[in-house]
T-cell receptor
Framework: GQSLEQPSEVTAVEGAIVQINCTYQ??????LSWYQQHDGGAPTFLSY????GLEETGRFSSFLSRSDSYGYLLLQELQMKDSASYFC??????????FGQGTELSVKP | DTAVSQTPKYLVTQMGNDKSIKCEQN?????MYWYKQDSKKFLKIMFS???????INETVPNRFSPKSPDKAHLNLHINSLELGDSAVYFC???????????????FGPGTRLTVT
């Protein structure tokens, strides 16, 4: 079966850097994605990694190590508006996107 | 010019009723999805259609019936609603088949269903 693990919550202060980890177990691997969801809002796509290494998009970066079945989302220069839930997701061989349970990030002033 | 839209945004109804949620995307995407997000924010796929053809059908009670009249629309009809159906239902779309290179999924605003 497929499973993903990520911390349930993380707290950080404005301006800081935070890393949200995700470990996964899947039958077949087609990439690791990250989505952001604000309270009451819809999930929005942040990043995707198919190959090992770091992908940077502005203040957000995402990393993947396929040999370790591990990835992380790195958020730099945290802002209050970054307070949200962050989900890692993997695509399985059947074509489904399997989401982790989500990490609730609270950014404090 | 909303990319993925859903109606209604809120739905409050009594047990035993039948209700429908509609979804439309104007992105020209081939694949559409229904997800259920429970009170703990767990997001789980229910169905997926590619060019009007059902390609993913998770273990969902057969009270739930999706329908795709064309590739821009995907509706969800729920019969005999139960308390446990209370959740947020998200429609999403993506450019291609989910099994290919990852195509980001665009989510609609969600429909918050409350069954009393």
């Amino acid at each position: 079966g497929q499973s993903l693990e990520q911390p349930s919550e993380v707290t950080a202060v404005e301006g800081a850097i935070v890393q949200i980890n995700c470990t996964y177990q899947t039958s077949g691997f087609y990439g690791l994605s990250w989505y952001q969801q604000h309270d009451g809002g819809a999930p929005t796509f942040l990043s995707y990694n198919a190959l090992d290494g770091l992908e940077e998009t502005g203040r957000f970066s995402s990393f993947l190590s396929r040999s370790d079945s591990y990835g992380y989302l790195l958020l730099q220069e945290l802002q209050m508006k970054d307070s949200a839930s962050y989900f890692c997701a993997v695509r399985d061989e059947g074509g489904k996107l399997i989401f982790g349970q989500g990490t609730e990030l609270s950014v404090k002033p | 010019d909303t990319a993925v839209s859903q109606t209604p945004k809120y739905l409050v109804t009594q047990m035993g009723n039948d209700k429908s949620i509609k979804c439309e995307q104007n992105l020209g995407h081939d694949t559409m999805y229904w997800y259920k997000q429970d009170s703990k924010k767990f997001l789980k796929i229910m169905f997926s259609y590619n060019n009007k053809e059902l390609i993913i059908n998770e273990t969902v009670p057969n009270r739930f019936s999706p329908k795709s009249p064309d590739k821009a629309h995907l509706n969800l009809h729920i019969n005999s609603l139960e308390l446990g159906d209370s959740a947020v239902y998200f429609c999403a779309s993506s450019r291609g088949l989910a099994g290919g290179p990852s195509y980001e999924q665009y989510f609609g605003p969600g429909t918050r269903l409350t069954v009393t």
